[in-house]
């Protein structure tokens, strides 16, 4: 069974791909390669799409992130912080060691 997460990951890089593809994989003159899945990154790899132009930096770095539930009594109460500390520094991390611009 595919996790949601791999499912978010499989599509966004599917909608990126088909974008450059209708574009030639030229966008305001700018040449792009495939976006590319599980892309490493200084020992570690990044979920999705990671960017390349023409092969040299990536551009665009996507992580994806599951979705954490603790049940309640009567809910299900999400406990996911775009903003906590680990996934500002996984951020980070990737912006530092890629090569982005």
């Known amino acids: 069974m595919t ?9 966004l890089h ?3 791909f088909s974008v450059l593809e209708k574009r030639g994989f030229t966008v305001e003159g700018v040449r792009f390669d495939e976006p590319k899945t599980q892309y490493p990154v200084n ?3 990044a979920d999705v799409a990671v960017v ?7 551009l665009l770095i996507i992580e994806t992130k599951r979705k954490y539930e603790e049940r309640g009594y009567y809910r299900a109460v999400s ?3 775009p903003t906590s500390r680990v996934v500002i520094d996984q951020a980070l991390w990737y912006a530092l060691y890629s090569g982005a611009p």
Not at 3 to 11: D, F, L, P, T
Not at 52 to 58: D, I, M, Q
Request: hydrophobic residues 30%; aromatic residues 4%.
């Open 3 to 11: 996790s949601r997460e791999a499912e978010v990951e499989s599509k």
């Open 14 to 16: 599917h909608y990126i």
């Open 43 to 45: 020992g570690r790899r």
């Open 52 to 58: 390349l132009a023409e092969g040299k930096k990536p």
């Open 79 to 81: 406990n996911i912080m």
